[in-house]
């Protein structure tokens, strides 16, 4: 077991210090240094975490991902705590393993993205929820602390992000279907509870009041209306397949039998880890089904289930060995090569995206010193993120045919009128789409042609733009 640990901590750290920001990384250590109410995409939570850390420690890969390091100790110990409370027989160390193997929690507890504090305050919310029920279906009162706790835990998850009402209907559910339960909703305490959560709503609508209500509209739009009626088998197949795998087959055998079992548990527990699990997938499913769904968006749908594994899934290893190999294929994938780039031209762009910065880096800036003061704009809100953070420049733009948070920063054009820019872009999101028509006249392209160990994996075009016209 020392050795699958070992081997989890050492690909942990190389993605950690050697895997240069995902584009969505990069996108969202630039709201830190934008500092608002809440944004666009998400709520506001991870991009306050990046904007303190830069400022007190710099910009780097290490502090990009330190608030992952404690976010992982909090979420590690959390289980730690609930193994103690279901079981005393229930080994912590195996229940830490199962969560580590499995490929979707070992790479999203360290991106840093907002799902990293998304698991964790909802794992402590739910913990601390679970002891209060059981408080209360013993004595009638239940530990009133532990309500607010897991409000305030809960709170803190929507402000990381909206997946978090998943968790809250999970909740809503286990009161609603079990009948000792139900006199809680004659509680004042549900109510302020309810209240305590609801603050987390506070910095979102301020911003979403002032920007016309546009964070809202993308969610209905992207979930549930769709550009194209009728059903998606497609995204439906995606969303299933890859979580089915990005979880692990074993894994899944262990969710059908405890579905089959009378678990020895003396606690609520089981009841709220299966509505939460069950509710949060058929939303999803049937969200997949008309519209999109990604398989991560279901991420606190399986936290609960993992203490509960080592009852029903006897054999730990076959899924210990197929993490392990999943996410050190992840990690060399990240660092090294893209493995995408040794079977196809354009496959797979968002990992390509990782490698060739100090190289693009460098010709815009040779270019940059030929020009007054310039612009910097690129072609898509990946690139304009990862540019940003390589030059650590927060005044990069993206112009594009998407609304992005860089919309609302550059609201008003008349700043920017006139002035001179370098342009960057790709094949992905070619500049030709959209930027060069702003500009009176651009110089011919200068390619960047990123290469790792002889493996070409996709050109960047730097050019110089003259007189912007927003």
């Given at each position: 077991m020392i050795f699958f640990f070992l081997a989890f901590l050492l690909l942990r750290s190389i993605f950690w210090f050697a895997a240069f920001p995902n584009s969505?990384?990069?996108?969202?250590?630039?709201?830190?240094?934008?500092?608002?109410?809440?944004?666009?995409?998400?709520?506001?939570?991870?991009?306050?975490?990046?904007?303190?850390?830069t400022a007190v420690f710099g910009r780097s890969t290490f502090t990009l991902r330190l608030p992952n390091l404690f976010s992982t100790i909090a979420f590690f110990y959390t289980y730690y705590r609930i193994v103690s409370y279901l079981d005393k027989d229930l080994n912590?160390?195996?229940?830490a393993l199962l969560v580590l193997s499995a490929p979707l929690y070992f790479i999203f507890l360290g991106l840093?993205?907002?799902?990293?504090l998304l698991i964790t305050f909802s794992l402590v919310s739910?913990?601390?929820?679970?002891?209060?029920?059981?408080?209360?279906l013993s004595d009638g009162r239940g530990e009133t602390w532990r309500l607010y706790g897991s409000a305030i835990a809960l709170s803190l998850a929507f402000l990381s992000k909206y997946n978090a009402v998943f968790v809250a209907l999970g909740f809503f559910a286990t009161l609603i279907t079990n009948a000792q339960l139900r006199p809680l909703f004659r509680d004042r305490r549900l109510y302020f509870g309810i209240t305590i959560v609801l603050t987390c709503l506070i910095p979102i609508l301020i911003w979403n009041v002032s920007n016309d209500f546009q964070s809202f509209r993308y969610y209905v739009d992207r979930s549930v209306r769709p550009?194209?009626?009728g059903i998606k088998i497609g995204p439906f197949l995606g969303f299933t397949l890859v979580s089915f795998f990005a979880i692990s087959p074993f894994c899944w055998i262990g969710f059908y039998r405890l579905l089959k079992s009378r678990l020895p548990v003396h606690s609520i527990y089981p009841i709220v880890a299966f509505w939460i699990f069950?509710?949060?997938?058929?939303?999803?499913?049937?969200?997949?089904?008309?519209?999109?769904?990604?398989?991560?968006?279901?991420?606190?749908?399986?936290?609960?289930?993992?203490?509960?594994?080592?009852?029903?899934?006897k054999k730990l290893k076959p899924h210990t060995i197929y993490g392990l190999a999943i996410s050190s294929i992840l990690v060399f994938h990240y660092t090294v090569?893209?493995?995408?780039?040794l079977v196809s031209k354009d496959a797979d762009p968002d990992s390509r995206m990782l490698f060739g910065w100090k190289e693009v880096a460098a010709i815009v800036q040779s270019e940059t010193k030929t020009l007054n003061n310039p612009l910097l704009i690129t072609s898509d809100y990946r690139s304009a993120s990862a540019l940003a953070y390589q030059l650590n420049n927060r005044n990069v733009i993206a112009i594009s045919d998407r609304i992005d948070q860089f919309d609302f920063w550059y609201r008003d054009p008349k700043p920017l009128q006139g002035k001179d820019a370098v342009i960057l872009s790709d094949d992905w999101y070619p500049a030709e789409l959209m930027v060069l028509s702003k500009f009176d006249r651009t110089s011919e392209p200068i390619t960047v042609p990123v290469q790792r160990f002889g493996v070409w994996i996709k050109n960047y075009y730097v050019r110089k733009g003259y007189n912007f016209k927003p």
């Open positions: 969505d990384e990069a996108y969202y250590w630039l709201w830190g240094q934008h500092l608002d109410w809440s944004y666009y995409d998400h709520p506001p939570l991870q991009a306050w975490i990046q904007g303190v850390f912590v160390r195996v229940v840093a993205w907002h799902d990293h739910a913990y601390l929820f679970i002891r209060f029920l059981d408080g209360y550009i194209v009626p069950s509710i949060s997938s058929t939303l999803l499913t049937t969200v997949s089904l008309i519209s999109a769904a990604l398989y991560y968006w279901n991420i606190t749908a399986y936290l609960l289930l993992f203490p509960l594994l080592p009852f029903v899934l090569l893209p493995l995408s780039a």
